[in-house]
Every structure is written in structure tokens, then in C-alpha cells.
């Protein structure tokens, strides 16, 4: 990231699903505490250590220091605070079978405001990939079944 200003990174998880799916291509670029608004995704190391991407909520404030609060789009409840120094950058692209989605297009902000305004929002979604999930291990055991 050092040398180019930006790295790209697949998605793993349904965290940030609808608008980030599995296999989506994120390019993240640097950028300071200050240059970060509500609503971006922020790519940032856990405490686990693991390499994270949320939506940027709120700064808190814990004894004198200020820290990112985020929370995956499908979450039901925010990360642990992250720390300045956890911060790596933010997400300017995304690219899904060779189209290019911009973080700054209208239906990413609209999609970003929803989630951030509306809490239920992400409660159906979680809802949706618990069924989808059951849904596709159901079909699984039925494709299996017919191979037999």
C-alpha cells in the first residue's frame, strides 16, 4: 500500500452484504482520520488481527481519545472501537464481474444512508442470509441425493 497508495482485497464474508458480495474485488486507498465521513468503508486491523471492512458510523470518545466505531451493513451490533493507528484506509471501488462500482456513486451513498438511518435494515438482511444459507444447504442435500 505504501508504494502504490491503494491495495486490492477479495471479499470473504456477507458482512457487507448486498452492496459488498463474496469475491468482489475492494480497492482501498490511504487516507487520514480526517478525510473519513460518515458512511465510508474503512478497511482496518481488528484486535484479532484480522483484516476488516465496515461502514464508518461515528467517532467516539473514550478517555480523551478518538476512535472509529463501525459496523458490517448486515451486523446486528458495531465492532470494538478501532484505534487511529488501526485505521489502514478507506474503499473507493469495488469491482463485481468486471464492472466497476464507485464508493462515491449516488446508489452507494443512497445504500449507505439507509443502512446508517434505518437499524432495521440490517436485521432483514440477516434474516435473508440466514434463509438464503439454509436455503442453499437444503438444495446441497438434494443435489447430493440425485447423484446417488
Not at 118 to 130: D, E, G, K, N
Request: proline content about 2%; overall charge positive.
Amino acid at each position: 500500500m505504501a508504494k502504490r497508495g491503494w491495495i486490492e482485497l477479495p471479499a470473504r464474508g456477507t458482512s457487507m452484504y448486498p452492496f459488498i458480495k463474496r469475491g468482489d474485488i475492494c480497492r482501498f486507498v490511504l487516507t487520514e482520520a480526517g478525510h473519513v465521513k460518515k458512511g465510508d468503508i474503512l478497511l482496518f486491523q481488528a484486535s484479532s488481527g484480522k483484516l476488516v471492512a465496515h461502514r464508518f458510523c461515528r467517532l467516539v470518545r473514550r478517555n480523551k481519545q478518538l476512535y472509529f466505531l463501525c459496523k458490517g451493513d448486515a451486523n446486528l451490533a458495531h465492532d470494538e472501537v478501532i484505534a487511529m493507528d488501526q485505521m489502514i484506509g478507506k474503499m473507493t471501488l469495488l469491482e463485481r464481474n468486471g464492472r466497476i462500482i464507485h464508493a462515491t456513486d449516488m446508489t452507494a451513498y443512497v445504500w449507505g444512508q439507509i443502512v446508517l438511518t434505518i437499524p432495521v435494515t440490517s436485521r432483514l438482511l440477516r434474516l435473508y442470509l440466514s434463509i438464503f444459507k439454509r436455503d442453499k444447504k437444503f438444495l446441497e442435500a438434494v443435489d447430493s441425493e440425485l447423484v446417488r
